[in-house]
């Protein structure tokens, strides 16, 4: 199946065992993604044509010219048929700052709080919720959810 990022004219191949961001990334694809897991929204797009279903969902959703585009996360969606969809492609302006580690506390096997002193600049704002991509030694980048700043 041919996937159609309209907004930016680029195609990718999709395959309906894998969801879009999968499948837009082993092609080559650039598409704005962070969590993987639905819960960002980096991933949002407009479905304008095609059918498709949401992970963990055996329901197929069309979309045509009578019908409205339909608001998904390219992370959630499996392919059904060729598929056009408008999509922002990921800033490359994002800003980057310095911070050391503070303090790690485990919370429990799969919780870790970070206490971080940003360096530069001296603070930065953020909404709860919002992920943050941390690069580690080996430049490796991970993603983490910002609880509040205290």
């Known amino acids: 199946m041919q996937i159609l990022i309209a ?6 191949s999709a395959e309906p065992e894998f969801d879009l961001v999968t499948s837009a990334v082993r092609s080559g694809c650039s598409v704005g993604h962070s969590c993987r897991q639905g819960v960002c929204g980096t ?13 963990g969902s055996t329901d197929i959703q069309s979309v045509g010219l009578d019908t409205p585009p339909h608001e998904v996360l390219l992370c959630q969606v499996t ?16 800003p980057s700052y310095s911070a050391q580690i503070q303090s790690l506390d485990r919370h429990a096997d799969d919780v870790l709080s970070i206490r971080l002193c940003i360096l530069t600049p001296a ?18 980048l991970k993603y983490f959810s910002i609880a509040n700043s205290s």
Do not use: N
């Open 79 to 94: 392919p059904h048929s060729d598929i056009v969809l408008t999509h922002e492609p990921p800033s490359t302006d994002k």
């Open 43 to 55: 991933c949002r797009a407009m479905i304008t044509s095609g059918s498709y279903s949401i992970l």
């Open 123 to 140: 603070s930065f704002s953020f909404k709860s919720g919002q992920f943050v991509g941390i690069r580690w030694m080996a430049k490796r």
């Open 7 to 12: 907004s930016t004219g680029e195609i990718f």
